[in-house]
């Protein structure tokens, strides 16, 4: 693994497969960290989800390091269009993004998402547009987490309705 920054002297790099593997884990109880989340679902390995192919999942993936423990992980991959007003274009989706309880709140998920969009600038939609796409709960509980991807130039533009709760899917464009 190459380091590609550092975030508050926490080395950032790319989720290659080998590293997936040896820390699926830890990977797996960062996103049981998120609320709503069925624990033990998450499977950094998975190619497929739902139907949908995960297109490039360890070329767009970051992680960030202390020292030998993964404390952040934004997870995305190329999502092909579907026949659905939320995903109707190929974009950038973000699957997961994660801070460990104990590292929060010192702008790791905002610095992440900087080197992200910088590291993935060259990803492009019609007309050299850059688009990526996250999914968040609507629940009044979780408008901390809305406000914070609103503050990254994320917009709302549409919902996805689940069997115990709305998601809202929320967009940027480069």
């Known amino acids: 693994m190459k380091e590609i920054a550092k975030i508050n002297n926490f080395s950032v790099y790319f989720l290659d497969e080998e590293t997936a593997k040896k820390y699926s884990a830890e990977i797996s109880a960062l996103a049981d960290e998120i609320?709503?989340?069925?624990?033990?679902?998450?499977?950094?390995?998975?190619?497929?989800?739902?139907?949908?192919?995960?297109?490039?999942?360890?070329?767009?993936?970051?992680?960030?390091?202390?020292?030998?423990?993964?404390?952040?992980?934004?997870?995305?991959?190329?999502?092909?269009?579907?026949?659905n007003e939320n995903y109707k274009e190929n974009l950038l989706y973000i699957s997961m993004l994660s801070v460990h309880p104990d590292y929060r709140r010192h702008g790791l998920a905002?610095?992440?998402?900087?080197?992200?969009?910088?590291?993935?600038?060259?990803?492009?939609?019609?007309?050299?547009?850059?688009?990526?796409?996250?999914?968040?709960?609507?629940?009044?509980?979780?408008?901390?987490?809305?406000?914070f991807y609103k503050s990254l130039g994320f917009k709302q533009v549409g919902t996805k309705d689940y069997d115990n709760h709305t998601d809202m899917v929320l967009k940027k464009s480069l």
Do not use: C
């Not at 999942?57 to 999502?79: P, Q």
């Open 110 to 147: 905002r610095n992440l998402f900087k080197i992200f969009f910088e590291n993935n600038k060259d990803f492009f939609y019609l007309k050299g547009k850059v688009k990526y796409a996250i999914q968040t709960n609507s629940a009044d509980w979780n408008k901390h987490v809305r406000d």
């Open 35 to 83: 609320p709503m989340n069925e624990k033990g679902y998450f499977n950094i390995m998975a190619k497929e989800k739902d139907g949908r192919i995960l297109h490039e999942k360890f070329k767009h993936s970051l992680i960030v390091f202390d020292k030998e423990k993964i404390i952040a992980s934004l997870i995305s991959y190329e999502r092909e269009h579907e026949q």
